[in-house]
């Protein structure tokens, strides 16, 4: 039972840009704390952006200013905006919704980003 689908992956140039969405049920979305995380070539998985059920939002200042998490209450839907990115970024980025209540955490397969120097 897929139950969050990451997408918007691809490969772009240094400097460009790139925006992921991870698809959530509507009970999951509702009811659960968002983050994004990156796992580079060869190293463990970081966070990268986070979400909470209220709407607050958590950029490490590392990426403030270039990533942006966001939601889509209609679509239930949680992006992550990436500007001005940098061969460093590159990675499989992973959303993870975390039950507000249960702390059950679920992941999802995985969306691949490749920037290019």
């Known amino acids: 039972q897929v139950q969050l689908v990451e997408s918007g992956g691809g490969s772009v140039q240094s400097g460009g840009s790139l925006t992921l969405s991870c698809a959530a049920s509507a009970v999951i979305f509702r009811t659960s704390t968002f983050d994004w995380y990156r796992q580079a070539p060869g190293k463990e998985r970081v966070l990268v952006a986070t979400?909470?059920?209220?709407?607050?939002?958590n950029v490490p200042d590392s990426l403030k200013g270039r990533f942006t998490i966001s939601r889509d209450n209609a679509k239930s839907t949680v992006s992550l905006e990436m500007n001005s990115l940098k061969p460093e970024d590159t990675g499989v980025y992973y959303c993870?919704?975390?039950?507000?209540?249960?702390?059950?955490?679920?992941w999802g397969k995985g969306t691949s980003v490749t920037v290019s120097s």
């Open positions: 993870k919704a975390t039950n507000i209540w249960t702390r059950a955490e679920r």
């Open positions: 979400l909470t059920s209220s709407g607050s939002t």
